[in-house]
Nanobody
Framework: QVQLVESGGGLVQPGGSLRLSCASSGSIFSISDMGWHRQAPGKQREVVARIRSGGSTDYADSVKGRFTISRDNAKKTVYLQMNSLKPDDTAVYYC????????WGQGTQVTVSS
């Protein structure tokens, strides 16, 4: 069973930046497809960004050009660099192992407010 632990959330002003981290247990991280999802109050959970084991990435249209997903296989960690944050980015952000063993992290709160 894989465990995912997120960190790096917090309160930031509009236009600011945050970097989220997600550390994975186990030995399959390097062959795993990883993703970041978010859920705002009253809304469905949505995918924000994905990175495949080979390094290719996909982004939601709402974050393209502002967010960057990356990974460090040696540290078994996936990152989400978030720049030019907007109040609409406020949500709980979840790390997910998409494949081969689907798993969710516990989530970290990101609040964008002045």
């Amino acid at each position: 069973q894989v465990q995912l632990v997120e960190s790096g959330g917090g309160l930031v002003q509009p236009g600011g930046s945050l970097r989220l981290s997600c550390a994975s247990s186990g030995s399959i991280f390097s062959i795993s497809d990883m993703g970041w999802h978010r859920q705002a109050p009253g809304k469905q959970r949505e995918v924000v960004a994905r990175i495949r084991s080979g390094g290719s990435t996909d982004y939601a249209d709402s974050v393209k050009g502002r967010f960057t997903i990356s990974r460090d296989n040696a540290k078994k960690t996936v990152y989400l660099q978030m720049n030019s944050l907007k109040p609409d980015d406020t949500a709980v952000y979840y790390c997910r192992m998409e494949a081969p063993l689907p798993a969710w992290g516990q989530g970290t709160q990101v609040t964008v407010s002045s």
